[in-house]
């Protein structure tokens, strides 16, 4: 149909000509998809605020032979202010909004859990729910868990042998045992694993009340990993590291 709507995430934007945008879009039913904003970088657009980064959206776009056009958009989630207000949430914000962009890499692909898991992430990263490195933690260890590259944080991730065990792998997958282990292997605390495991499961009791050198040493195994299984350096993440 020339026309569709879907309630979407705005991941991206990038200029065109003089006034035009180009707009990335997670949508929850038709996957990423890419659409132009016409003139919404003139001060008197209509929507052309609605169409920044972290916004979430009802947007109404027509088919176009490369790209669609964005024709009504409504707010639904007005999260950008909020987080780009503060440092924190803005770069844990932006790394989560760059790693939904490759988790769902192919265009028009209905992704509708990426979709819902994002969208609950900036919720509630925008509210404040939680510290901000945490929620950019469990998002992505879950948006990994989705894309089928779950981590074990327990059993051991090659053979499956019970834990809890003392070493990390990030090319096994995860928690190894003493005879799976290999060279290069990390020995994370068991408070770390403990974290890791509540990020994953979205224990939030236990992972509010962790110290801060575990979170610390549990952003380090979650970025390893991610970019690993992602096949590409998170930039976002290295303006977090600074901070």
């Known amino acids: 149909m020339p026309l569709y709507r879907d309630d979407a995430i705005v991941l991206r934007t990038h200029k065109l000509g003089e006034a035009d945008r180009i707009v990335t879009f997670l949508t929850r039913e038709h996957g990423k998809v890419r ?6 970088r003139r001060t008197s657009s209509r929507f052309g605020a609605r169409l920044e980064p972290f916004m979430v959206v009802d947007v109404q776009l027509h088919t176009g032979r490369n790209l669609d056009t964005v024709t009504q958009v409504e707010t639904v989630g007005p999260y950008a202010r909020a987080i780009c207000e503060d440092y924190a949430m803005y770069t844990s914000g932006a790394a989560m909004l760059e790693a939904a962009d490759r988790l769902v890499a192919a265009e028009h692909e209905p992704a509708v859990q990426q979709y819902w ?41 090659r ?10 792998s990030v090319g096994q997958g995860g928690a190894v045992c003493s005879r799976c282990r290999p060279p290069g292997s990390t020995a994370p605390a068991p408070e ?14 236990t992972a509010d009340a962790s110290d801060a050198r575990h ?25 977090i590291e600074r901070a």
């Not at 659409?35 to 919404?40: E, L, P, S």
């Not at 053979?159 to 990390?168: I, K, S, V």
């Not at 694993?193 to 009791?205: K, N, Q, R, S, V």
């Not at 195994?221 to 993440?237: G, N, P």
């Open 192 to 205: 770390t694993f403990a974290l890791l495991g509540a990020l994953l499961g979205g224990d939030w009791e």
């Open 35 to 40: 659409g132009v904003g016409r003139g919404v």
């Open 159 to 168: 053979c499956g042998e019970p834990g809890p065990h003392h070493a990390f």
């Open 215 to 239: 979170r610390t040493e549990a952003s380090g195994l979650v970025a390893a990993y991610s970019q690993y299984y992602l096949e590409r350096t998170l930039r976002s993440l290295r303006m």
């Open 117 to 157: 898991l994002l969208a609950g992430a900036l919720r509630a990263l925008a509210e404040g729910a939680h510290a901000p490195g945490l929620v950019l933690d469990s998002y992505l260890l879950r948006g990994l868990a989705v894309a089928g590259w779950a981590p074990s944080f327990n059993d051991c991730a």
